[in-house]
């Protein structure tokens, strides 16, 4: 148990140093803030034919924050809206403490489990998720 711990937080910190699709290239995104931690993140995607062709982010804020935002992007770019929505009930449902079926369709995500144990770290660890999850329900900040 102490190892996959110690893979986790190995896997939060690579994508926390070398962020993936970070940048915005101007698709419609959603701001949110965590004023507790100092959180700051913007999501956009690129939606075409019920597809999330590519989510990008940008902003600042803690390790788990834009290491979560990173992981989001990469593990849910390509798949359906359908899907990704999917994913992120499922998302929220293990960073609750929750038994989630077919866990593993999270990949990467999964290195957030151990985040139910830290409820003052729930919202670091969900609000790129939140972000999107708004902007696939249509909520657009110009
Ligand atoms: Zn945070």
Not at 31 to 54: Q, R
Not at 82 to 106: A, P, Q, R, S, T
Request: a negative charge; proline letters at 3%.
């Amino acid at each position: 148990m102490r190892n996959l711990e110690n893979l986790y937080r190995q896997v939060i910190m690579e994508h926390y140093k070398n962020p993936r699709h970070k940048g915005l290239k101007g698709y419609p995104h959603v701001h949110l803030k965590n004023p507790s931690c100092g959180d700051d993140i913007t999501i956009e995607a690129d939606l075409k034919d019920g597809i999330v062709k590519e989510i990008n982010h940008d902003g600042s804020g803690c390790s788990i924050c834009c290491s979560s935002a990173s992981v989001l992007s990469e593990t849910l770019s390509g798949k359906s809206v359908e899907k990704v929505l999917e994913l992120i009930d499922k998302f929220y449902e293990m960073i609750k403490g929750g038994e989630v079926e077919n866990e593993d369709e999270l990949e990467e995500a999964m290195v957030y489990q151990g985040v139910s144990l830290f409820p003052a770290r729930i919202k670091c660890a969900t609000i790129s998720w939140k972000a999107l999850e708004r902007l696939l329900k249509g909520e657009n900040d110009e």
